[in-house]
Protein backbone atom coordinates (compact mmCIF):
# COMPACT_ATOMS: atom_id res chain seq x y z
CA UNK A 1 0.00 0.00 0.00
CA UNK A 2 1.34 3.75 -1.40
CA UNK A 3 1.69 5.98 1.54
CA UNK A 4 -1.34 8.68 0.43
CA UNK A 5 -3.45 5.27 0.78
CA UNK A 6 -1.54 4.74 4.24
CA UNK A 7 -3.02 8.08 4.87
CA UNK A 8 -6.45 8.65 3.55
CA UNK A 9 -7.09 5.02 5.44
CA UNK A 10 -6.09 6.63 8.90
CA UNK A 11 -8.00 9.77 8.04
CA UNK A 12 -10.90 6.82 7.34
CA UNK A 13 -10.43 5.14 10.72
CA UNK A 14 -9.73 8.87 12.74
CA UNK A 15 -13.30 10.42 11.05
CA UNK A 16 -15.39 6.95 12.43
CA UNK A 17 -13.94 6.75 15.34
CA UNK A 18 -14.39 10.30 16.40
CA UNK A 19 -18.25 9.65 14.65
CA UNK A 20 -18.18 6.87 16.72
CA UNK A 21 -17.55 9.21 20.14
CA UNK A 22 -19.75 11.73 19.19
CA UNK A 23 -22.42 9.45 18.90
CA UNK A 24 -22.25 8.68 22.69
CA UNK A 25 -21.74 11.50 23.81
CA UNK A 26 -25.00 12.33 22.54
CA UNK A 27 -26.66 9.66 23.46
CA UNK A 28 -24.97 9.89 27.00
CA UNK A 29 -26.62 13.76 27.05
CA UNK A 30 -29.88 11.88 26.28
CA UNK A 31 -29.72 9.34 29.16
CA UNK A 32 -28.35 11.95 31.64
CA UNK A 33 -31.48 13.25 32.46
CA UNK A 34 -33.45 10.24 32.85
CA UNK A 35 -30.23 8.74 35.23
CA UNK A 36 -30.22 11.79 37.25
CA UNK A 37 -34.02 11.57 37.98
CA UNK A 38 -34.08 8.31 38.83
CA UNK A 39 -30.76 7.01 39.96
CA UNK A 40 -28.53 3.45 38.84
CA UNK A 41 -30.36 1.02 40.86
CA UNK A 42 -33.50 1.78 38.97
CA UNK A 43 -32.65 2.85 35.42
CA UNK A 44 -32.19 0.25 33.31
CA UNK A 45 -30.96 0.35 29.37
CA UNK A 46 -34.64 -0.13 28.23
CA UNK A 47 -35.81 2.70 30.85
CA UNK A 48 -33.21 5.12 29.38
CA UNK A 49 -34.51 3.95 25.67
CA UNK A 50 -38.38 4.04 26.51
CA UNK A 51 -37.59 8.18 27.74
CA UNK A 52 -35.28 8.86 24.92
CA UNK A 53 -35.40 9.17 21.16
CA UNK A 54 -33.31 6.35 21.18
CA UNK A 55 -33.71 2.53 20.51
CA UNK A 56 -33.13 -0.14 23.21
CA UNK A 57 -30.59 -1.61 20.47
CA UNK A 58 -28.84 1.54 19.37
CA UNK A 59 -28.24 1.89 23.37
CA UNK A 60 -26.79 -1.12 23.26
CA UNK A 61 -24.48 -1.13 20.61
CA UNK A 62 -22.80 1.92 21.74
CA UNK A 63 -22.14 0.83 25.39
CA UNK A 64 -21.48 -1.90 26.50
CA UNK A 65 -24.15 -2.12 29.16
CA UNK A 66 -25.19 0.34 32.08
CA UNK A 67 -22.11 0.25 34.17
CA UNK A 68 -20.38 2.07 30.58
CA UNK A 69 -23.21 4.04 29.69
CA UNK A 70 -23.68 5.56 33.19
CA UNK A 71 -19.86 6.19 34.21
CA UNK A 72 -19.70 7.75 30.16
CA UNK A 73 -22.74 10.31 31.28
CA UNK A 74 -20.98 11.35 34.30
CA UNK A 75 -17.59 11.63 32.76
CA UNK A 76 -19.42 13.99 30.82
CA UNK A 77 -21.17 16.10 33.28
CA UNK A 78 -18.10 16.40 35.51
CA UNK A 79 -16.13 17.69 32.44
CA UNK A 80 -18.23 21.15 32.62
CA UNK A 81 -17.97 20.65 36.47
CA UNK A 82 -14.07 20.37 37.05
CA UNK A 83 -14.01 23.63 35.60
CA UNK A 84 -16.99 25.58 37.57
CA UNK A 85 -15.03 28.00 39.49
CA UNK A 86 -12.11 29.26 37.14
CA UNK A 87 -13.51 32.05 36.30
CA UNK A 88 -14.23 33.03 39.41
CA UNK A 89 -10.43 32.28 41.12
CA UNK A 90 -9.04 34.07 37.83
CA UNK A 91 -11.10 37.57 38.19
CA UNK A 92 -10.79 37.24 42.58
CA UNK A 93 -9.08 40.32 43.85
CA UNK A 94 -9.26 40.34 47.33
CA UNK A 95 -9.38 36.99 49.62
CA UNK A 96 -13.11 37.99 50.76
CA UNK A 97 -14.33 38.52 46.93
CA UNK A 98 -12.91 35.02 46.23
CA UNK A 99 -14.27 33.83 49.65
CA UNK A 100 -17.96 35.73 48.83
CA UNK A 101 -18.48 34.29 45.30
CA UNK A 102 -17.12 30.70 45.63
CA UNK A 103 -19.96 30.32 48.11
CA UNK A 104 -22.51 32.16 46.00
CA UNK A 105 -21.32 29.68 43.59
CA UNK A 106 -21.89 26.21 45.39
CA UNK A 107 -25.08 27.44 46.29
CA UNK A 108 -26.15 28.09 42.94
CA UNK A 109 -25.17 24.76 41.65
CA UNK A 110 -27.22 23.11 44.42
CA UNK A 111 -30.00 24.77 43.52
CA UNK A 112 -29.91 24.23 39.50
CA UNK A 113 -27.89 20.69 39.37
CA UNK A 114 -28.92 19.23 42.45
CA UNK A 115 -30.34 15.97 40.71
CA UNK A 116 -27.08 16.08 38.78
CA UNK A 117 -24.61 15.56 41.68
CA UNK A 118 -26.92 13.28 43.26
CA UNK A 119 -26.22 10.86 40.63
CA UNK A 120 -22.40 11.97 40.97
CA UNK A 121 -22.42 10.68 44.58
CA UNK A 122 -24.77 7.70 43.57
CA UNK A 123 -22.14 6.54 41.45
CA UNK A 124 -19.42 6.90 44.32
CA UNK A 125 -21.58 4.99 46.89
CA UNK A 126 -22.10 2.72 44.02
CA UNK A 127 -18.14 2.10 43.69
CA UNK A 128 -17.79 1.09 47.39
CA UNK A 129 -19.68 -2.20 46.42
CA UNK A 130 -18.93 -2.51 42.45
CA UNK A 131 -15.48 -2.66 41.20
CA UNK A 132 -16.57 -1.98 37.50
CA UNK A 133 -17.05 1.84 38.83
CA UNK A 134 -13.91 1.97 40.52
CA UNK A 135 -11.58 3.82 38.87
CA UNK A 136 -13.86 5.98 36.84
CA UNK A 137 -14.51 7.56 40.25
CA UNK A 138 -11.21 7.60 41.33
CA UNK A 139 -10.43 9.93 38.49
CA UNK A 140 -13.45 12.17 38.67
CA UNK A 141 -12.55 12.54 42.89
CA UNK A 142 -9.11 13.24 42.12
CA UNK A 143 -10.26 16.22 39.76
CA UNK A 144 -12.78 17.61 42.03
CA UNK A 145 -10.41 17.58 44.53
CA UNK A 146 -8.18 19.86 42.74
CA UNK A 147 -10.65 21.80 41.20
CA UNK A 148 -11.46 22.88 45.32
CA UNK A 149 -7.57 23.02 45.59
CA UNK A 150 -7.09 25.80 43.33
CA UNK A 151 -9.69 27.64 45.25
CA UNK A 152 -8.18 27.72 48.35
CA UNK A 153 -4.53 27.73 47.40
CA UNK A 154 -5.40 31.19 45.61
CA UNK A 155 -7.36 31.76 48.60
CA UNK A 156 -4.54 31.39 50.61
CA UNK A 157 -2.63 33.83 48.87
CA UNK A 158 -4.73 36.63 48.39
CA UNK A 159 -5.18 36.65 52.00
CA UNK A 160 -1.54 36.49 52.56
CA UNK A 161 -1.81 33.27 54.58
CA UNK A 162 -1.07 29.30 54.19
CA UNK A 163 -3.04 26.22 53.69
CA UNK A 164 -2.88 24.54 57.25
CA UNK A 165 -4.41 20.97 55.84
CA UNK A 166 -3.59 18.78 53.29
CA UNK A 167 -5.50 19.28 50.15
CA UNK A 168 -7.21 16.05 50.01
CA UNK A 169 -8.81 17.23 53.67
CA UNK A 170 -9.98 20.37 52.59
CA UNK A 171 -11.91 18.86 49.39
CA UNK A 172 -13.06 16.27 52.16
CA UNK A 173 -14.77 18.86 54.43
CA UNK A 174 -16.26 21.26 51.74
CA UNK A 175 -17.80 18.36 49.58
CA UNK A 176 -18.74 16.81 52.72
CA UNK A 177 -20.62 19.82 53.42
CA UNK A 178 -21.97 20.34 49.97
CA UNK A 179 -23.47 16.49 50.07
CA UNK A 180 -24.98 17.08 53.51
CA UNK A 181 -26.83 20.56 51.99
CA UNK A 182 -27.69 18.51 48.88
CA UNK A 183 -29.50 15.89 50.93
CA UNK A 184 -31.22 18.68 53.25
CA UNK A 185 -32.29 20.10 50.22
CA UNK A 186 -33.82 17.15 48.05
CA UNK A 187 -35.62 16.58 51.22
CA UNK A 188 -37.29 20.09 50.98
CA UNK A 189 -35.63 22.04 53.09
CA UNK A 190 -36.05 25.16 51.55
CA UNK A 191 -33.19 27.08 53.24
CA UNK A 192 -30.52 24.29 52.22
CA UNK A 193 -28.84 26.56 49.65
CA UNK A 194 -28.84 29.69 51.59
CA UNK A 195 -27.37 27.95 54.83
CA UNK A 196 -24.29 26.13 52.65
CA UNK A 197 -23.90 29.58 51.18
CA UNK A 198 -23.68 31.28 54.77
CA UNK A 199 -21.30 28.12 55.96
CA UNK A 200 -18.82 28.04 53.08
CA UNK A 201 -17.01 31.44 54.20
CA UNK A 202 -16.15 30.20 58.00
CA UNK A 203 -15.27 26.57 56.69
CA UNK A 204 -13.11 28.35 54.02
CA UNK A 205 -11.54 30.44 56.52
CA UNK A 206 -10.34 27.63 58.70
CA UNK A 207 -8.44 25.71 56.16
CA UNK A 208 -5.83 28.74 55.85
CA UNK A 209 -4.03 30.73 58.71
CA UNK A 210 -2.19 34.08 58.45
Given at each position: ?7 T?D?I ?8 E ?12 T ?9 S ?5 Q???F ?12 VDLLTH ?5 EE ?20 R????AM?A ?8 H??WY???N ?8 R???L??DR ?11 R ?21 G ?17 A ?16
Amino acid sequence: MTEAKERTRDRISRRQVDKFEQRRAQLAESALQTLAELGYARTSLREIAQNSEFSHGVLHYYFADKVDLLTHCVRQFEEICVTRYDELVARAGTAEELRRDFAAAMAATLRADAKMHRLWYDLRNQSLFDESFRADVLEIDRRREEMIHHVVARYAELADAVEQVPQAVSYALLDGLFQQSLLRHLAGAETAAAELERAVPAVLGRLVAG
